[in-house]
């Protein structure tokens, strides 16, 4: 074989670079595992509210199946820019500034193919959501990580920010309420890393599929404060607040110049979202509130219970204002994340993911996702508790 064809049969170097998940070995072998309770899957244990799924049926026996415009139902874009001035005051035309994505992991790759050059730096959180990192790599960036700290719940500290900031520096990437951290980020931290963006002229991309989930306490639209609609690419979806996960729908918000840039991206690698999941997700915002409500109750229900149960058993766990995820240390046990992790699911059926899969500054901690069925939960304490109690007893 010749130099030049085992040349042309080698994997890009490109995606080469791209690191493997974190979580998959743990998937890997839960799969393989009777009796688990998993409570590493981010998503809800909810199945999607009825009214949705027959707004989704009725479009199907209506014969709506053909491609929508790139840009997604022009009624559900609507509905978004009234959903968003509703609850933040702020609004979007929904004729040249919202594009309908399949899911919040495409609104990102399109917002990052739209503003980053090779080499260009993303400043994010550490620890952050798993996809963050591979995403700015493949669209050609580097990824800078900000270290996060359990002592400030996790929030961003705007000096570690701007400390890393250079003139390669292009664009602040968060998730706000945080996975995995379960993290808020109050008002006035939040209008000091805006005033950071503003003087280094930087975009910020602000995932806000969690915006809904908050507890005893406010979600801040990052557009919604002053003078950062321009510069900010809002992501937005239905997964998580309506129980819409497998529908894989979301949006994003923008000022014209940078929606019809994504647009480029979007029309040639999706064309458009599918068609039958937009009429769900239409219903969903018109007629979904009272789910909302419902599912926001319990979580926050559940979240007592596991916050509560975790501190009991020696493992520190800040509150999580947000999401559905707690973010406990694990240091009493004797044990990093990785061999928690793998030893609670083999000696006790209970599946956690390792903090390090998130990033360095989640080495030490575990993520528990609390969007499963109270009982399960109340067990899954029970079965941590007594591999606690094993691990820390003297022998």
């Not at 799924?53 to 009234?82: C, F, K, M, P």
């Not at 292009?170 to 706000?176: E, N, P, S, W």
């Not at 109050?186 to 507890?215: K, P, T």
């Not at 999941?277 to 979240?303: I, K, P, S, T, W």
């Amino acid at each position: 074989m010749s130099d030049e064809t085992t040349q042309r049969g080698n994997i890009s170097k490109h995606v080469q670079s791209i690191p493997s998940s974190g979580i998959r070995r743990f998937f890997d072998l839960l799969a393989s595992m009777e009796g688990v309770i998993s409570l590493g899957v981010g998503q809800p244990d909810f199945v999607t509210p009825n009214h949705i799924r027959q707004a989704a049926i009725r479009s199907i026996a209506d014969g709506e199946t053909y491609y929508t415009s790139n840009y997604g139902l022009v009624e559900l874009r609507h509905a978004i820019s009234r959903h968003l001035d509703r609850l933040y005051g702020v609004r979007y035309d929904a004729g040249t500034e919202i594009i309908v994505t399949a899911g919040v992991s495409e609104a990102l790759n399109i917002a990052l193919e739209a503003i980053l050059d090779p080499g260009d730096e993303v400043l994010s959180p550490d620890p952050g959501y798993v996809a963050y990192l591979p995403c700015v790599l493949l669209a050609g960036g580097r990824y800078v990580q900000v270290p996060t700290r359990a002592e400030d719940g996790f929030a961003l500290r705007p000096e570690d920010l701007e400390r890393r900031i250079t003139p390669r520096s292009k664009a602040i990437l968060f998730g706000y309420p945080a996975n995995p951290t379960g993290a808020l980020m109050s008002r006035d931290v939040m209008l000091a890393v805006a005033g950071i963006a503003r003087r280094h002229n930087l975009f910020v991309i602000s995932d806000e599929i969690y915006d809904r989930l908050v507890y005893g306490t406010e979600h801040v639209c990052v557009p919604s404060l002053p003078e950062m609609k321009e510069r900010t690419i809002l992501l937005g979806g239905f997964s998580k607040a309506y129980a819409m996960t497998g529908w894989r729908l979301a949006y994003t918000c923008a000022r014209s110049e940078l929606t019809e840039a994504m647009m480029k991206v979007h029309q040639y690698v999706m064309m458009s979202a599918p068609t039958p999941a937009q009429f769900a997700a239409l219903d969903a915002m018109v007629a979904g509130e009272e789910d909302v409500r419902g599912m926001v109750a319990e979580y926050d229900r559940r979240r007592r219970l596991v916050v509560g149960a975790l501190n009991d058993m020696g493992l520190e766990c800040a509150e999580p204002k947000g999401a559905f995820y707690a973010f406990p240390h694990i240091g009493a046990s004797g044990m990093n994340d990785e061999t928690f992790a793998e030893r609670l699911l083999m000696e006790e059926r209970v599946a956690v993911i390792p903090g390090s899969a998130f990033g360095e500054a989640g080495a030490g901690h575990v993520r528990i996702c609390y969007a499963q069925r109270y009982d399960l939960l109340e067990e899954a304490m029970d079965r941590m508790r007594r591999f606690v109690g094993r691990a820390t007893t003297p022998r």
